[in-house]
């Protein structure tokens, strides 16, 4: 019997238009099959460069949809944030779940977080993006056991207490590392453009703990940005390691 409904698939942000794209296609081909239904239409509002995941697909058929009278997330978000009142526009029933969301810990958090990425792109603006260092110490294991990365927990306000690689920003102009494992991805940071430069080091950086790669990387919304990416992308240790 054919699915009916509505059918939703999580899927991980790879920080990689192609293999997010891959990832999309295999579900919808999956689900077609179980459904007997060859035909895809993908919907959507081109906004501005955050929909351009549109135009990933062109080997499906477009509906394009109009902007929908003042409903705008971004504007929404901003006025919960700042404290101010929320859009005359606010459904009422959204109003009220975010009223009582804003006496929450949970609101505190993200308001805190929310002030400090606007406050990084402005004082950033017309920069270009920041270079950081990240260290990786992995313990390889023995035979039939798993390896180990050591790593610390974010102070915040940006991804407070979120897992991370170690690591600091480098001040404009210094020497970037040499064989370092590059990740660029332009969303990879909420705040501003950021380049990680990833190095292996010889022992456990200062402030950090192990954990369970296998495990932890089971968990990749407890990371902070890309770095449950970065460690997928490198857990297979070069010959010598």
């Known amino acids: 019997m054919p699915l009916t409904g509505l059918h939703l698939r999580p899927l991980p942000d790879d920080f990689d238009a192609g293999r997010w794209a891959a990832r999309v296609r295999a579900e919808v081909e999956g689900l077609a099959q179980r459904t007997g239904s060859a035909r895809v239409v993908l919907t959507g509002f081109e906004k501005d460069a955050s929909s351009a995941y549109l135009r990933w697909f062109p080997e499906w058929e477009r509906a394009p949809v109009s902007a929908q009278g003042d409903l705008n997330a971004t504007a929404l978000r901003a006025a919960l944030f700042a404290g101010e009142a929320l859009p005359a526009w606010t459904p009422p029933p959204v109003a009220a779940f975010l009223q009582a969301f804003r006496a929450t810990p949970a609101f505190a958090r993200l308001q805190a977080e929310f002030q400090a990425v606007q406050a990084e792109q402005k004082a950033r603006r017309g920069s270009g993006p920041r270079h950081e260092v990240l260290r990786l110490f992995l313990d390889h294991a023995g035979p039939g056991q798993t390896a180990r990365v050591w790593l610390g927990r974010r102070p915040g306000p940006i991804g407070a207490g979120l897992l ?78």
Do not use: K, Y
């Not at 940071?189 to 190095?199: E, I, M, R």
């Not at 456990?204 to 495990?215: A, E, I, M, N």
């Open 164 to 241: 991370a690689l170690p690591g600091e920003v480098l001040p404009p102009g210094a020497p970037l590392p040499v064989s370092a494992a590059v990740f660029d991805h332009p969303a990879r940071s909420l705040g501003w453009p950021a380049v990680a430069h990833v190095v292996p080091v010889s022992a456990p950086p200062p402030g950090t703990r192990p954990v369970l790669l296998d495990s932890a990387l089971r968990r990749p919304r407890a990371f902070f940005e890309d770095h449950a990416v970065i460690l997928a992308r490198l857990r297979t240790p070069a010959p010598g390691r």
